[in-house]
């Protein structure tokens, strides 16, 4: 038995020697029939429940429907960011995307280093250079919209805002919400915690409670993983028989937490632009060297479909009303609280 | 229905290991309501008979009976069952758990899956009561004196039905009020039919609570005696057997100068026992002094706190008339003082290193072994070589790793170490333990020698025959107390033995 | 009889050997059950690692820390510490570097190398406090030094955001360009690979640990307080004090790494929310290496083109790089039970036996 075993283990070992003496010219590069799209994540997996994923779900919907050869690359450290985008790079990658702001001064790097290059940055403002693409969203306009909700129908008059860190895309959230509560009641209050931290579930849940048990009893999160927390807590109270809200944050959260306690979520769609953006690149518009700013009238943010299960007609249509006026410009959403 | 008398029997029990007997044909017979001490010498071979009487391991010839039946103890939960229990010396207790916990750990009562508590208090609480065994129940282990957590143990023996108990040298970690009120225990125990084994060396613990006792020497069986026919004196010659004190050629006495002195050394654990009590000696050049004692009696800290290595409370330490207060254990080094510790694994060698590597093990850092940075190879190499030779020791090459050598050889290589380091003074600590003849007469000879070029030497042992042959004089230690002095050439082994086990002159 | 003797000699060496080969041949198997080609897998793999000028370059800048880890950990066990601290010996020695970077004036390569020296001091000192909590205090450094990581993590976030932020984003300002540590011209041969004084400075740390422990008395020291610490206490050896020593050479070399990725690779440092991982790398590695110069140095050199050339897996084969991750774990784990591989050994033996 331990004598076959022994023997078994050779064969393998040998084979896997020949495999490897094999010639180790030319592994892969794309095709070249093909254009080609290749995406490197923040130090986040692709299955993210977040950004990564989301981005990730617009390049496989571009694969479906034009046949674009797409990858991703995992990047396992801040040092690895560099040598990944120069894997497509240097195979020719028609785009590369990177998925986080994050990335910005990896991206920048290689662009300059390789100016036939094209690539794509999400959530960045990064400006004037070439040929890299920068996805910016107006998270404030979104996030007015979901101040309507909550300011409408808070009960206590009391509502909160939890965000990730002090900076500015997050303050983006937190100044249109604010201005959102305030179009719809003037005397609501709106409490603010800035955590310090994305992924911290515990931090989220504790500021959840202090919020809750200060009277709010609706709270808004930007907030990534730390939001786990929030909603974590909200399920706490419904279960014993308290009702309070979470409006989520970035994509449809009522689909992961539920909607005894998912009011609404308001939504980034980084799906729809990086195939929008894709797609326009490779059919020989690329805005290289700008920001596209996606806003309520370009449709990259906006409330999740699913929010008529919790949200009353009544308030979706004062939604929309405050949309066509933000569209029109005839009010303008403060940046910064 | 007969009643059984003997309760344990032990018949012609040997146990070897290796070519060396630890035990020969022992014979022992225990009866029920009885205290039966067994008395020997450290390494007399006492605790591998109870050892084998536990099923820790399975003798090499011999018989036991338990109740009058021939049973093979296979292992300590067999002994359990048949009712022997062992209170051991070093408690093995958990620390973070109640006494209550502690006592019931394995033997649970339960109630489903769950422990029942309630009851194991309560039956934890009636046993302590019957036996006259104050603990509380719920306190925990850590927080209890050391005479306390032997009760604990005695409670544990009790709970797990033991009606032979076998006390391994009970008293060594008790202050003199635990100890007697311990001995009240044991005379409590046998009232209520229990039978008692204790292991000790203490003459006067034997003469005030035992029934009989059994001495043996040297792992074999010498005599046993009912308390109310023999006294001490008796008892220690039994103990100690008729040395026959080789004479060693050495010259005349010829004591110099002072060159340790030690005044009132005092030293206390953190627990409050007394382990150095008053002690003062002076050690001469030119001479050998013996302290005689048992194990445990506060020779390793009396050694350890003259080269510094712990602090005593109070005291004077001189070396050649200076102060050794404030200085380094390097500083006492370089004052002349060489040191032979007890453990040659834990203190004496560096086992994963080589030969050479050991010899340089003190003074790897002076000039003579290096250039300031790097280590003189080469030199340490051939004066590993050298001192091979000189002292006999015997390996592949000066780069043979010590863990794989005798224990001689491994003495020696210290030995090599701290006497070719010249000193004035010389500590040496059971320096043969363990050792076949050949080592020992080698050992032997080196202390002579040095003692004959006028260095001064502290020999601390507990071979009785070695302190006498090589000794000018002997100090008796007992309880961290310098109890005695005696001439080698004018004393026996009456008289030495009395006063080890704690009986004045 | 002496072809026996070489046989157990050769043993040690072996069992790292075989575990990487047993890990290989897993991690194929799991490809394989997983639905990808290993063939093209491991060829990715290499080529990654060995395709081009800037791979190379790469590769070397990946492997830098990892081998200083190794080492920082190997000193430190041979003097009987555990040190998992380096992760924040890193950070501080980064945030420390960092800070002279970017506040001090000075000039090209002065400036570089006062900000290394100061890097690699707050390392070291922070790997005194290590040693401080454990002589004085009787700490556990395992418990001390990962507690500290955390400690060492909040305070750069706090230096970062406080005295040298860069408004509107995650990280820090940019360090000067005086002070930055890259090789410039070396960096346009490779492609702009991120290559820096790393190259020289590792091979001389490599070689400085080699010496120190076979030549230098301090090493014979150090040696003898971590085989055993009773016996250098009986000769009169400070044990505390070469206890403090190590974990400030361990510190330093730690502090070494963040230097080199802050003034070498990034130029910045990031707020990131937690510690590199590269100090726990390092116990791995010197576990690998068993302590020993050469294996030490070789297990890094391993576990640095695997962890690069992962990259390269995905892109070719569509390997997802946890399998790397697998790889590596498996390797430490048939090296921490070494009984299972030497239980193979024999029987390698006994059919190389029968072939003859």
Redo the contacts between chains.
């Keep these: 038995m331990k004598k076959q075993l022994a023997v078994m283990f050779v064969l393998i070992l040998g084979l896997f020697l020949v495999a490897c003496g094999n010639e180790g010219g030319t592994t892969s590069t794309s095709d070249g029939e093909q254009a080609s799209i290749g995406m490197v994540t923040d130090l986040g997996s692709v299955n993210d429940k977040s950004f990564n994923q989301s981005a990730w779900e617009g390049l496989q919907k571009l694969k479906e429907d034009h046949g674009y050869d797409v990858k991703y690359l995992e990047p396992q450290s801040d040092a690895e960011v560099e040598p990944s985008l120069l894997q497509f790079v240097n195979n020719k990658t028609d785009l590369t995307w990177a998925t986080a702001a994050t990335l910005e001064d990896a991206v920048k790097n290689i662009a300059e280093t390789n100016p036939d290059a094209k690539l794509g940055i999400v959530d960045s403002a990064l400006e004037g250079v070439a040929n890299v693409v920068s996805v910016s969203f107006k998270e404030n306009e979104g996030a007015f919209l979901a101040g309507v909700v909550a300011g409408t129908m808070t009960e206590s008059d009391k509502v909160g805002f939890v965000g990730g860190m002090e900076i500015p895309v997050i303050q983006r959230f937190h100044a249109g919400f604010a201005a959102g509560v305030k179009a719809v009641n003037p005397d609501a209050e709106v409490l603010v915690n800035y955590v310090g931290a994305f992924n911290r579930v515990d931090m989220g849940k504790s500021a959840a409670a202090t919020m809750y048990d200060a009277g709010v009893d609706i709270i808004f999160h930007a907030s990534g993983g730390t939001g786990n927390g929030i909603f974590n807590e909200a399920q706490e109270r419904f279960n014993a028989g308290k009702q309070v809200w979470v409006i989520g944050v970035d994509k449809d959260q009522s689909l992961e937490f539920g909607n005894d306690i998912t009011l609404t979520s308001m939504m980034k769609y980084v799906d729809q632009a990086v195939y929008d953006i894709s797609h326009e690149a490779l059919t020989g518009q690329f805005p290289g060297g700008e920001v596209v700013r996606l806003g309520l009238n370009e449709n990259g943010v906006g409330l999740a479909d699913t929010s008529d299960i919790n949200v009353s007609q009544e308030v979706l249509s004062k939604v929309e009303e405050y949309k066509e006026e933000i569209i029109n410009g005839n009010i303008e959403v403060p940046e910064t609280p | 229905m007969k009643r059984v008398e003997k309760v344990l029997e032990l018949k012609n029990i040997s146990k070897k290991f290796g070519e060396f007997y630890a035990n020969k044909n022992i014979n022992l017979e225990i009866g029920r309501g009885q205290i039966h001490a067994l008395l020997g010498e450290n390494g007399a071979g006492k605790s591998t008979l109870m050892s084998t009487v536990f099923g820790l391991h399975q003798p090499d010839g011999g018989e036991i009976y338990v109740y009058e039946r021939q049973i093979k103890i296979e292992n300590p939960n067999h002994a359990i069952k048949l009712g022997i229990g062992m209170v051991h010396q070093h408690f093995k207790l958990v620390e973070d758990f109640t006494v209550t916990e502690n006592i019931i750990l394995g033997m649970e009562p339960k109630i489903g899956h769950r422990i029942n508590m309630k009851s194991a208090t309560k039956e934890v609480k009636d046993l302590s009561e019957k036996y006259g065994l104050k603990v509380d129940p719920n306190s925990k282990v850590e927080n209890l004196a050391v005479g306390v957590q032997q009760k604990v143990e005695i409670l544990k023996a009790l709970y797990r039905g033991a009606n032979i108990l076998i006390f391994d040298e009970p008293t060594a970690v008790l202050t003199p009020d635990e100890i007697g009120e311990l001995l009240d225990i044991m005379k409590t125990l046998v009232a209520e039919g229990k039978s008692i084994v204790l292991i000790t060396h203490k003459l006067n613990e034997i003469m005030s609570v035992a029934d009989k006792c059994t001495v043996i020497r040297r792992g074999e069986y010498i005599k046993t005696v009912d308390i109310k026919d023999t006294d001490e004196n008796e008892l220690a010659q039994l103990m100690v057997g008729k040395t026959i004190s080789k004479q060693l050629d050495k010259n005349p006495f010829n004591p110099a100068d002072k060159i340790l002195e030690i005044n009132h050394l005092h030293l206390v654990s953190k627990s409050g026992r007394k382990i150095l009590d008053d002690v003062s000696l002076t050690v001469h050049g030119g001479e050998v002094l013996g302290i005689a004692g048992v194990d445990g009696n506060g020779q390793s800290e009396l050694v350890e706190s003259i080269v510094n290595m712990i602090e005593t409370n109070t005291g004077e330490i001189k070396i050649k008339g200076q102060s050794t207060k404030g200085k380094s254990i390097r500083d006492i080094f370089e004052s002349g003082v060489s040191y032979v510790p007890a453990d040659r694994h834990k203190h004496g060698l560096v086992l994963d290193k080589n030969i050479s590597e050991n010899l340089i093990l003190i003074e790897y850092y002076k000039k003579q072994y290096n250039d300031g940075l790097n280590l003189k190879k080469m030199l340490i190499r051939d004066e590993g070589k050298q001192k091979m030779q000189a002292f006999d020791i015997r390996a592949e090459s000066e780069a043979t790793i010590v863990r794989g050598m005798s224990g001689g050889n491994q003495q020696k290589v210290i030995l090599a170490r701290e006497i070719s380091r010249n000193p004035e003074l010389l500590i040496i600590v059971q320096p043969t333990r363990g050792l076949d003849i050949g080592a020992i007469n080698f050992i032997h000879n080196q202390i002579i020698r040095l003692r004959d070029q006028g260095v001064a030497i502290l020999l601390v042992s507990f071979e009785l025959e070695e302190l006498l042959s090589l000794s000018d004089r002997i100090n008796i230690i007992f309880d961290g107390k310098i109890i005695g002095q005696v001439d080698p050439n004018n004393t026996n082994d009456t008289e030495l033995g009395l006063m080890m086990a704690g009986k004045g002159v | 009889m002496n072809a026996v003797a070489k046989h157990m000699k050769n043993r040690n060496i072996l069992v790292p050997i075989l575990a990487t080969?047993?890990a290989?041949?897993f991690g194929?198997?799991i490809m394989l059950i997983a639905g990808y080609n290993?063939?093209?897998a491991?060829?990715?793999l290499?080529?990654?690692v060995f395709g081009?000028a800037?791979?190379i370059g790469?590769v070397i800048?990946?492997i830098i820390p990892l081998l200083l880890s190794g080492f920082a950990v190997a000193l430190a066990n041979k003097a009987g510490l555990l040190n998992i601290g380096v992760d924040g010996q890193i950070t501080i020695g980064a945030v420390a570097s960092l800070l002279v970077g970017t506040l001090v004036d000075f000039p090209p390569i002065i400036h570089g190398f006062t900000a290394l020296t100061v890097g690699v001091i707050a390392g070291g000192l922070w790997g005194v406090l290590i040693a401080y909590l454990k002589t004085r205090f009787t700490i556990n450094e395992v418990i001390s030094s990962i507690m500290l990581n955390y400690v060492a993590l909040y305070l750069s976030h706090m230096l970062i955001r406080g005295i040298v932020p860069q408004e509107?984003?995650?990280?820090s300002a940019l360090i000067q360009d005086s002070a930055s540590i890259s090789l410039n011209s070396l960096s346009e041969l490779l492609?702009?690979a991120?290559v820096h004084w790393g190259l020289f400075i590792t091979p001389l740390i490599i070689f400085g640990f080699y010496y120190f422990f076979n030549?230098?008395?301090?090493g014979?020291?150090t040696?003898?307080v971590g085989?055993?610490n009773?016996?250098?206490?009986?000769?009169?050896i400070?044990v505390n004090r070469i206890i403090t020593r190590t974990m400030f050479i361990s510190g330093a070399i730690g502090g070494l790494i963040g230097v080199f990725?802050t003034l070498g690779?990034?130029k910045?440092m990031?707020i990131?929310?937690s510690t590199?991982?590269v100090g726990f790398d390092g116990v791995a590695i010197a576990l690998l290496g068993g302590n020993t110069t050469i294996g030490t140095t070789l297990s890094g050199v391993l576990i640095g083109v695997l962890?690069?050339g992962?990259?390269?897996m995905?892109?070719?084969?569509?390997v997802?790089?946890e399998i790397i991750?697998m790889i590596i774990s498996l390797i430490i784990f048939f090296v921490a039970a070494p009984g299972l591989v030497k239980k193979?050994l024999p029987?390698?033996e006994?059919?190389k036996k029968e072939v003859q």
Excluded: C, W
Aim: proline share 3%; net charge positive; aromatic share 12%.
């Design positions: 080969i047993i290989l041949v194929a198997i290993p063939v093209i491991y060829q990715s290499l080529n990654k081009s800037y791979d790469e800048r990946a509107g984003s995650q990280r492609n702009g991120r030549k230098t008395r301090y014979y020291e040696e003898v085989l055993n009773h016996a250098a206490h009986y000769a009169g400070k990725d690779v990034y910045y990031a990131s929310t590199s991982g962890k690069y992962s990259q390269g995905q892109f070719g084969a569509g997802p790089s991750g193979l029987n390698m006994h059919t």
